[in-house]
């Protein structure tokens, strides 16, 4: 018998194989990066709206001021600047993919890490900023 026949075959994996698939770390942040965008390109018109209304006057935006202090617009809030964060931070790693720089398995795993460390760390400077920490 062959080598050929004794390796392992991949083949696509079907929908109900998702729970149970082991995606990398770098599909995973390829994946977030995705949603992340997605996310911002479909609450922007939103966020200019609530922008263009609290700059009109002052009492337009003390009206939002105080909108703003609420535990679940604080939590849409930290969303969206997880996912700005997240965008952005994944968007320089592919920039630097796309120069050749950090294609490989090892460094490309490990820039995945780096993505997910530096806009999850700012995501939490963000949330103590929110909660008034400081």
Avoid at 33 to 61: D, K, N, T
């Amino acid at each position: 018998m062959s080598d050929a026949s004794k390796r392992p075959q991949f083949r696509n994996i079907h929908v109900t194989q998702l729970a149970s698939y082991r995606l990398p770390l770098a599909g995973l942040i390829s994946i977030l990066h995705r949603v992340s965008g997605a996310m911002l390109f479909l609450l922007l018109p939103f966020v200019l709206y609530l922008l263009e209304q609290s700059l009109r006057s002052e009492i337009s935006f003390e009206y939002f001021k105080g909108i703003t202090s609420g535990w679940l617009v604080k939590c849409i809030l930290l969303g969206l600047s997880w996912a700005y964060l997240h965008h952005f931070c994944a968007g320089v790693r592919h920039l630097f993919m796309d120069m050749h720089i950090g294609i490989e398995k090892d460094s490309a795993r490990h820039s995945s890490v780096v993505v997910l460390a530096v806009s999850l760390s700012l995501a939490a400077l963000v949330a103590l900023k929110l909660l008034g920490v400081f």
